[in-house]
């Protein structure tokens, strides 16, 4: 499905930690939301921490686009920081669409959807647990198996 391309030299370093843009690339991917073609100017970036010039820029645009990030209270994303197992399983559940039936607060309600649709499956690492590449491509994996909220 080409959703984990690896480096110039073709590895997938599964073992290092994953950064919050790698992630939403994954899952822009994961949904071929990298294939939409309408992402413009008219999707604006409020976050102050990213410059067009960031490799990311467009992935962070189209997960905007898709309401994938909310961005933190004080107008960041924090692109390069590294992304925790419940930060990831948030995305992935606003992606698959949901984050309306989510009836706890964060992050026992994430943790607690995310197990209820198997997103957990093969995954023994603590939520607050910054993920690897390796654990991102389990719960993507796992996010193939779960349907749509329409």
């Known amino acids: ?46 976050f102050k921490d990213i410059s067009q010039k960031h490799w990311a820029y467009n992935n962070i645009k189209i997960a905007l686009k898709y309401s994938l990030i909310k961005g933190y209270t004080d107008n960041t994303v924090r692109p390069d920081n590294y992304v925790s197992l419940v930060e990831a399983k948030a ?3 606003r992606a698959l669409g949901y984050e309306n039936t989510i009836n706890k607060k964060w992050p026992e309600g994430i943790a607690e959807k995310a197990k209820e649709l ?25 996010a ?6 329409e």
Do not use: H, W
Request: hydrophobic residues 40%; contains cysteine.
């Open 91 to 93: 995305v992935i559940l």
């Open 144 to 149: 193939l198996t779960v349907n749509f909220v």
């Open 1 to 46: 499905l080409k959703i984990m391309i690896g480096d110039e030299n073709g590895n997938l370093n599964l073992q290092n930690k994953v950064t919050r843009c790698e992630f939403i690339t994954l899952v822009n991917r994961m949904m071929a939301y990298d294939y939409d073609e309408k992402i413009d100017d008219s999707v604006i970036v409020p």
């Open 118 to 142: 198997g997103l957990d499956k093969n995954l023994k690492v603590p939520n607050d647990k910054l993920i690897t590449r390796g654990e991102a491509s389990i719960l993507i994996y796992n």
